[in-house]
């Protein structure tokens, strides 16, 4: 038989403790605030590049900056200074052979305005992760990396959109 105060202090309590969760403001990050404060802008991106095209992507989805196709009607030139992917042996096991990669993915950027005054000094993004290597399985591990790249894909057009939003334009 349960006491019927025991049952009321743990239901204010649980009460108590739920509504403080609530009022805090905690939320989570979710998807990159894509509202930049530009109407155009120019990504100096190859066509054909996986970067590029994700990047333009998002900012479409965003709807209220336009990408245009010519450097000298944008508001904002993100133009692209490198972009590398990288690799290297993390660890190895008794025989000598890799059982450990890190993959790297290293972007450079800068982004100036339609006058050509810099808004943001060259930056660079590195992205890393860490994988296990089994040579019996080679195939399923360049699948796995493939992935892990288009994570860090994903992950670096994220950066990109937070840091364009943060700008301020005069």
Do not use: W
């Amino acid at each position: 038989m349960s006491n019927p105060r025991r049952t009321a202090l743990a239901l204010l309590a649980s009460l108590a403790g739920a509504s403080a969760l609530t009022a805090c403001g905690f939320r989570l990050r979710g998807a990159a605030q894509t509202d930049l404060p530009f109407k155009s802008i120019y990504l100096g991106f190859a066509e054909n590049s996986p970067l590029g095209v994700e990047l333009r992507r998002h900012i479409r989805a965003s709807g209220n900056t336009r990408i245009v196709e010519n450097r000298k009607e944008a508001e904002a030139v993100l133009e692209p200074l490198s972009e590398t992917r990288e690799e290297s042996v993390l660890s190895i096991n008794s025989q000598g052979r890799i059982r450990e990669l890190s993959l790297f993915y290293r972007f450079s950027f800068r982004v100036l305005d339609g006058s050509g005054t810099q808004l943001v000094e060259p930056t660079n993004l590195v992205l890393k992760r860490d994988m296990t290597f089994n040579e019996a399985a080679v195939l399923a591990k360049e699948g796995e990396k493939a992935m892990l790249y288009r994570d860090m894909q994903s992950d670096l057009v994220q950066q990109i959109l937070r840091r364009l939003a943060a700008l301020r334009t005069s």
